[in-house]
């Protein structure tokens, strides 16, 4: 059985949030959410997600200022984040690659889909800090 994680949910869209939301449901996750780009730095900040799901268009802060903040920060620099966001241009899943981005998903996606990418970014961050390598 999968530790709870605490999951970060950062998009503009109440619908988007309310859809992330019950997709991972069933996961057991903590799930919280930030409604803008500074909101998303502040809770990241003060409670360390495990995973931020992370839209690019926001208010106040764009995602990509909130990767870049939580990547130049020690406390949240290996903090895993996956881009949900329709900025799919080969420009943007470049810069994501460049700003630390751990995995990109545009939407529209499917729960199902979701629910796998969550899964996956979850089990190779366990794999990275279960103990010392051998």
Known sequence: MTAERLILTADDNQQIRMLVKAALRSLGHELIEAVD???????????????VL??????KLDGWEVLH???KRPETAGVRVMMLTTAAQKVDLDR??????NDYLTKPFSPGDLRAHVEQILSEQVCLTDGPAS
């Open 37 to 51: 780009g500074e909101e998303a730095l502040q809770l990241a900040i003060q409670r360390v997600p495990d995973l």
């Open 96 to 101: 994501g690659t460049s700003l630390g981005c």
């Open 54 to 59: 992370l839209d690019v268009t926001m208010p």
């Open 69 to 71: 903040f939580l990547r």
